[in-house]
């Protein structure tokens, strides 16, 4: 991928950051989101905390609660949280539907928490993560280790090949001490009711297909932004 190309992407997702954030009131308690394209959101939050905004923040992440904290934003543990009022996060894929794969970061399950606990749910992404049809980017699917072997045979009963994310040579562990399985259905036609199936698979604290979360999706696209929005 060339340089100018990245620029473009960059571009892209901080047009749809700064958007996002308009949306934050005075004293709101905010989700941060993981990931390259959160992170822009954070930096915006960040300065509008500089400037005088009050905001309390749920990181979705260890490396997101690091990071909030270096730029002087006040967080709260997430199991003190009952109601977060607005979230700002990214995704890997969404659809105009709102449908959405998310997890390339592997903090899937404490962004669907997060997501189920707030009230106006905001993804930002770039031009790229828009797609008609979800399942080219494979679906990552959170794994108690022990349960690894019956999780992918599931999966295979499913029509899906799971791998196990690897980094450095070693399966990748999440914040919650658990494996990343990438599961590949090929193109999803029924993404709710394979969300569905995979929620009854005994081993899997959560996979990264999120259904009736999001309220609305901020992409930016060129130097212009366009706003998907349920019903």
């Known amino acids: ?3 100018q190309s990245i620029d473009k992407r960059d571009l892209e997702k901080q047009n749809a950051a ?8 005075n004293n709101d308690i905010v989700g941060l989101g ?4 959160a992170f822009f959101a954070i930096q915006e939050i960040a300065l509008l905390v500089k400037n005088g905004l009050k ?3 749920v990181p979705t992440s260890e490396h997101t609660a690091a990071l909030a904290v270096s730029l002087g934003i006040e967080l709260l543990p997430m199991d003190q949280v009952r109601t977060i009022d607005i979230t700002i996060d990214g995704a890997d894929e969404f659809d105009a539907q709102l449908n959405l794969i998310k997890g390339g970061g592997g903090a ?3 962004e669907k928490i997060i997501a189920s606990l707030t009230k106006n749910e905001i993804i930002i992404a770039d031009s790229g993560k828009l797609v008609t049809q979800l399942g080219k980017f494979k679906v990552p699917v959170e794994v108690v280790p022990l349960a690894l072997n019956y999780v ?3 999966l295979a009963e499913l029509k899906g090949t799971g791998k196990v994310r690897m ?3 070693t399966p990748f562990i999440t914040d919650n001490h658990n494996i990343i399985v990438d599961a590949d259905f090929g193109l999803i036609g029924d993404v709710a009711g394979l969300a569905e199936r995979l929620n009854r698979i005994e081993g899997i604290l959560a996979h990264g297909l999120f259904v009736n979360l999001t309220s609305k999706i901020i992409m930016g ?3 212009e932004t366009i706003i998907y929005a349920g019903n």
């Open 167 to 169: 980094k450095d040579n």
């Open 18 to 25: 700064k958007g996002a954030v308009k949306f934050i009131q």
């Open 108 to 110: 899937l399950f404490r």
């Open 55 to 57: 905001i309390k923040g």
């Open 1 to 3: 991928m060339d340089e």
């Open 34 to 37: 993981t990931g390259s394209t």
């Open 221 to 223: 696209k060129g130097t």
């Open 152 to 154: 992918l045979q599931q």
